[in-house]
């Protein structure tokens, strides 16, 4: 259990992270051409996709929201690297991961179905659910080594990718031959 002190800190601690990532666009809402810019880096690697956390690295989320003609736009670039397994050979690989995202934001939304428009709340997007949101939303649901791998033979478990199948011996034709005399 904790006491008393040690709740106090946690609840603390939680407020001033949340804080930190939470992007106020309320200064350029009434000013067209102004900007804010935004640098951040989130820890993903929580992020399960069937028993795999592929984010080892933190993300970055580098971007813009700029006050077009009175219309508030927000892009940016989400990158990391990914270590995860190959579906097809089982070997472990790391792999780049990049999205662009771009959306409008608005006060209210007039469409709820539209989700090109993101809703601000007192003036503020919770940019962490939104990368998080935006990483698992791009994930591959395949992942290969390579487009063309071989995997492994069901017979024999050899990787086709570096080596020969094992069990091609016991169909080699002059072995079948052989086995007949026998
Ligand atoms: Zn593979
Ligand atoms: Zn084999």
Same mark, same amino acid.
């Given at each position: 259990?904790?006491?008393?002190?040690?709740?106090?800190?946690?609840?603390?601690?939680?407020?001033?992270?949340?804080?930190?990532?939470?992007?106020?666009?309320? +200064?350029?809402?009434? %000013?067209?051409?102004?900007?804010? !810019?935004?640098? #951040?880096?989130?820890? /993903?690697? *929580?992020?399960?996709?069937?028993?795999?956390?592929?984010?080892?690295?933190?993300?970055?989320?580098?971007?813009?929201?700029?006050?077009?003609?009175?219309?508030?736009?927000?892009?940016?670039?989400?990158?990391?690297?990914?270590?995860?397994?190959c579906d097809r050979c089982g070997v472990r690989i790391e792999k780049p991961?990049?999205?662009?995202?771009? +959306?409008?934001?608005? %006060?209210?939304?007039?469409?709820? !179905?539209?989700? #090109?428009?993101?809703? /601000?709340? *007192?003036?503020g997007l919770e940019l962490d659910e939104l990368a998080r949101e935006t990483?698992?939303?791009?994930?591959?649901?395949?992942?290969?080594?390579?487009?063309?791998?071989?995997?492994?033979?069901?017979?024999?478990?050899?990787?086709?990718?570096?080596?020969?199948?094992?069990?091609?011996?016991?169909?080699?034709?002059?072995?079948?031959?052989?086995?007949?005399?026998?």
């Amino acid at each position: 259990m904790f006491d008393k002190s040690e709740v106090l800190y946690y609840n603390i601690t939680c407020v001033i992270v949340r804080w930190i990532m939470r992007l106020d666009v309320k +200064r350029i809402i009434n %000013t067209p051409g102004d900007g804010i !810019e935004f640098n #951040e880096e989130f820890d /993903l690697s *929580d992020v399960d996709f069937g028993g795999v956390c592929p984010a080892v690295r933190p993300v970055s989320v580098v971007g813009t929201v700029r006050n077009i003609a009175g219309m508030l736009r927000l892009r940016f670039d989400l990158d990391t690297e990914l270590s995860c397994v190959c579906d097809r050979c089982g070997v472990r690989i790391e792999k780049p991961f990049h999205v662009e995202l771009e +959306r409008m934001l608005a %006060t209210e939304l007039e469409d709820e !179905e539209n989700d #090109e428009i993101l809703l /601000l709340e *007192d003036g503020g997007l919770e940019l962490d659910e939104l990368a998080r949101e935006t990483y698992i939303l791009n994930m591959d649901t395949k992942t290969l080594c390579r487009e063309d791998c071989k995997g492994l033979c069901p017979g024999c478990g050899a990787n086709l990718n570096i080596e020969e199948c094992h069990c091609k011996k016991e169909t080699d034709p002059r072995w079948a031959e052989l086995q007949k005399l026998l």
